[in-house]
């Protein structure tokens, strides 16, 4: 069935310095990949979302491109900044009996420091 | 805008008592979801549905029931609380094209 990992539980990192989160998935449909971004005793926001093969999406000085010939979408960002230091789930849009949800991996969590 | 109102933000349970939680949203979505939060495990679905009176299994449906009575609102039923038990339950609503937008989450913790 349809699956996504993210392999890394816990980022620290310095502020500054760059930070790429892993993410592959499995599906047999056409992909189209999600990064939420969950901030502590926050509701999950819609960070960056792709369905188009090697094209970046940014968003909030985040980037990833969606790579089909390595299942992978990998989150991105050059420089981060403490209000960075929160909770990211990769997913991915599968379907279901009836319709679509979305299948999330286990997240990571990013912490920043000074 | 829309908003997604989830009721109550913290449930206190016993063993055993059946417990309910409520979402409410205003975008007009016609397809709403149920997740469950434990940490380590990210985001796993317990129940969606489509339109109103629509209820869709997820992955984790055993020990739940839902009800959709009105396209506005979906509510979520735990039928047997176990004990110990902590997690945090987010409702979710789409147009059903991908996007998902959540409520900021009901915690239950049964005693």
């Known amino acids: 069935g349809d699956s996504v990992t993210q392999t890394e539980g816990l980022v620290t990192l310095t502020k500054g310095l760059p930070v790429m989160l892993n993410c592959t998935y499995q599906t047999t449909y056409s992909p189209f990949l999600f990064w939420y971004v969950q901030h502590l005793n926050e509701a999950p926001k819609l960070l960056l979302k792709?369905?188009?093969?090697?094209k970046r999406t940014e968003h909030q000085g985040f980037y990833a491109t969606l790579h089909k010939s390595s299942s992978s979408f990998h989150l991105q960002k050059s420089s981060v900044q403490l209000s960075d230091s929160a909770l990211y789930f990769c997913a991915l849009s599968a379907a279901y009996q009836g319709g679509r949800a979305l299948i999330f991996g286990t997240g990571t969590t990013v912490s920043v420091s000074p | 805008g829309g908003i997604i109102t989830q009721t109550p933000k913290f449930l206190i349970g016993q063993e055993g008592q059946k417990l309910t939680l409520k979402c409410q949203q205003n975008f007009n979505h016609d397809t709403m979801y149920w997740y469950r939060q434990d940490s380590g495990k990210g985001l796993r679905l317990i129940y969606y549905?489509?339109?109103?009176?629509?209820?869709q299994k997820g992955d984790l449906s055993e020990g739940y029931d839902a009800s959709r009575e009105k396209k506005s609102s979906f509510s979520l039923t735990v039928t047997s609380a176990q004990k110990n038990e902590m997690a945090v339950f987010l409702c979710?609503?789409?147009?059903?094209?991908?996007?998902?937008?959540f409520g900021e989450g009901s915690k239950l913790t049964v005693l």
């Open positions: 792709s369905s188009t093969d090697n």
């Open positions: 979710a609503s789409s147009t059903g094209a991908g996007q998902l937008y």
């Open positions: 549905s489509i339109t109103e009176n629509d209820l």
